[in-house]
T-cell receptor
Framework: SAVISQKPSRDICQRGTSLTIQCQVDSQVTMMFWYRQQPGQSLTLIATANQGSEATYESGFVIDKFPISRPNLTFSTLTVSNMSPEDSSIYLC???????????????FGAGSRLTVL | KQEVTQIPAALSVPEGENLVLNCSFTDSAIYNLQWFRQDPGKGLTSLLLIQSSQREQTSGRLNASLDKSSGRSTLYIAASQPGDSATYLCAVNTDKLIFGTGTRLQVFP
């Protein structure tokens, strides 16, 4: 299965600043996703990162707050903009590896990026 | 709207016990269901994937079952060990993964 590297693994940020998280995959994948896990809660999908076009955002998430880039089939970035303490979460990158049937494949996750906003 | 619930929220057992973790979902129109393990400060590790046409999957001491019609899945852990201590998440795959609330498991020696 794909191996995913996320950077940074953790960071402490000041209110009002922005931070970009990188996700690198060791193979080409069609589907890449960004999730958020707030303290004590389960994972929530932020957006699907589409190669060569704008990301598809889930309800409650907007591009101005969480701009996403997907320049190629192995790399994506998520920026958390104008951070507040409520943005303190683990952010995880996930990929669904190419297969013949959409939705039939195992999703693989990166180790996550733990952000603390003061 | 798909909702995924896991029971119990937390579980603490002595080593050696056999365990059952429960996952329920409200919409049976899923591609598959996946069980994950999450260790503190780490990402998610996929344990088992059950396709919508399957009834169960086994990997080592783990066995997961799926009853789509009733919207239920169970994860059975045989002969639990302290190394099994983690949070276990189930997720149903529609056009995206919807995660459950998780079961925090502690196995003590």
């Amino acid at each position: 299965s794909a191996v995913i590297s996320q950077k940074p693994s953790r960071d402490i940020c000041q209110r009002g600043t922005s931070l970009t998280i990188q996700c690198q995959v060791d193979s080409q994948v069609t589907m890449m996703f960004w999730y958020r896990q707030q303290p004590g809660q389960s994972l929530t999908l932020i957006a699907t990162a589409n190669q060569g076009s704008e990301a598809t955002y889930e309800s409650g998430f907007v591009i101005d707050k969480f701009p996403i880039s997907r320049p190629n089939l192995t790399f994506s970035t998520l920026t958390v903009s104008n951070m507040s303490p409520e943005d303190s979460s683990i952010y995880l990158c996930s990929v669904e590896e190419d297969g013949n049937l959409f939705g039939a494949n195992v999703l693989t996750f990166g180790a996550g990026s733990r952000l603390t906003v003061l | 709207k798909q909702e995924v619930t896991q029971i119990p929220a937390a579980l603490s057992v002595p080593e050696g016990e056999n365990l059952v973790l429960n996952c329920s979902f409200t919409d049976s129109a899923i591609y598959n269901l996946q069980w994950f393990r999450q260790d503190p400060g780490k990402g998610l590790t996929s344990l088992l994937l059950i396709q919508s046409s399957q009834r169960e999957q086994t990997s080592g001491r783990l066995n997961a079952s799926l009853d789509k019609s009733s919207g239920r899945s169970t994860l059975y852990i045989a002969a639990s060990q302290p190394g099994d201590s983690a949070t276990y998440l189930c997720a149903v795959n529609t056009d995206k993964l919807i995660f459950g609330t998780g079961t925090r498991l502690q196995v003590f020696p």
